[in-house]
Nanobody
């Protein structure tokens, strides 16, 4: 089992950048796929990005491709989401999740953090 804690959210102007972190405790972090999802107020949670255990495979949603970058440091049990050129529509609560399968479907993930709020002002 793994516990996840997100950090790095905050208020930023459109065009700015933030780096989110997902810190894990527990056993076996290095064998899990890690995904980032977000949920805007009044909307369903949506996929943002995911990374494979070995960092070979990274996946992005169409809306974040080219602006966001996911990476991981297994020695530090941490996954990062670098978010550049932020837009108002990137506003939401960002969650990281760990699972055996990975990808863009929520059902593929078994463990979730509590989330960190990102607010982009226009």
């Amino acid at each position: 089992q793994v516990q996840l804690v997100e950090s790095g959210g905050g208020l930023v102007q459109a065009g700015g950048s933030l780096r989110l972190s997902c810190a894990a405790s527990g056993r076996g972090f290095g064998i899990y796929h890690i995904g980032w999802f977000r949920q805007a107020l009044g909307k369903e949670r949506e996929f943002v990005s995911a990374i494979s255990p070995s960092e070979i495979d990274a996946e992005y949603s169409d809306s974040t491709k080219g602006r966001f970058s996911i990476s991981r440091d297994n020695a530090k049990n941490t996954v990062y989401l670098q978010m550049n050129s932020l837009k108002f529509e990137d506003t939401g609560r960002y969650y990281c999740a760990a699972g055996w399968v990975g990808g863009s479907f929520e059902a593929s993930y078994d463990y979730w953090g509590q989330g960190t709020q990102v607010t982009v002002s226009s």
